[in-house]
């Protein structure tokens, strides 16, 4: 059975940087994605270039558009202010974050009567009845977090404030999402829990990203990258290594992946097209 996909887009930040959205839109739209997401900048930077991009994708791609929403540097009259502006652009769907601490903070300090967690976030979206909300899992302990119990009993808090749905951190075994959902289960959670699925673009780069996230590195993925540099064979590499990631996914009866693209759509369509899910093709009435 083919997944249902989602994908990840982020803001662009220059004129080069927004040819290549709406290049990524056009390369993946065709795949009939449930939704795409558009993040935030670190520290909210990307606020306004978020609701302009958001609402720009709702308007005239056609896509299910979600918006990235966090509490970082805005109060929360702010915040719930960029939230009914979604809802007034017809957008119905948000990823509800606590997000990370502004540039050059060393840990996440609320603003001034702004939102002090994601779960008083949450809560205040559903309130207002507008939206389908996702929050963020992490199948590997978060940075933050006390121990993995920790995180997902703060799950579990937020599912339970309102959340409807929640997309992990990315990670490198199908074991590491299996043992995460099977301890997700025994604490009570019922509601879905989609993998995250990063397509390695570029191996250093990917390796920074987890080492800041606390996503386990295995030394084989390591290894493998190192060999295939060396040979020129990244590209390959990278697209047997996410297939066979989530082809284990959908054997042990996962039935959602959401893609984080960087905005770079070649190596996520090559990844879904093994998979099965090819565009949809619309045959003409020639009668």
């Known amino acids: 059975m083919q997944p249902e996909i989602s994908f990840e887009f982020f803001p662009p930040r220059n004129v080069e940087g927004t040819f290549r959205l709406w290049d990524t839109v056009q390369v993946l739209a065709p795949l009939s994605p449930r939704f795409v997401s558009v993040t935030y900048g670190a520290g909210g930077t990307t606020r306004d270039l978020t609701r302009d991009v958001v609402a720009t994708l709702h308007k005239h791609s056609g896509l299910r558009t979600a918006a990235h929403l966090t509490c970082v540097e805005a109060t929360k009259a702010e915040t719930l202010e960029i939230a009914r502006g979604f809802a007034e652009a017809g957008v119905q769907d948000i990823v509800a974050l606590r997000g990370d601490p502004p540039k050059g903070a060393q840990s996440f300090e609320p603003f001034p009567n702004g939102f002090s ?4 976030l949450i809560e205040a979206l559903r309130d207002t009845g507008d939206f389908s909300i996702r ?3 992490y199948p590997d302990t978060h940075p ?22 929640a ?3 990315f990670f490198f075994e199908a074991d590491s999402f299996f043992r995460f959902r099977d301890a997700c289960q025994k604490a009570g959670i019922d509601k879905p829990i989609v993998p995250g699925i990063l397509p390695i673009e570029n191996w250093d780069g990917a390796r920074r990203f987890a080492q800041r996230c606390g996503t386990h590195i295995p030394a084989w993925v390591e290894d493998a990258f190192v060999t295939a540099k060396r040979d020129g064979r990244e590209d390959l ?25 960087l905005n770079r759509p070649e190596l996520t369509r090559d990844v879904c097209f093994a998979l099965g899910v090819a565009p949809e093709v619309k045959l003409e009435n020639v009668a």
Do not use: M, P
């Open 237 to 261: 590499l990278a697209t047997a290594i996410c297939t066979e990631l989530c082809s284990d996914l959908l054997e042990g009866g996962v039935d959602k992946l959401h893609f984080y693209t």
């Open 144 to 165: 933050e977090a006390a121990n993995a119990q920790a995180d997902i009993e703060w799950l579990k808090r937020k599912l339970d404030a309102g959340a409807d749905e």
């Open 117 to 120: 967690s994601s779960v008083e």
């Open 135 to 137: 929050v963020g899992a």
């Open 167 to 169: 997309l992990t951190q």
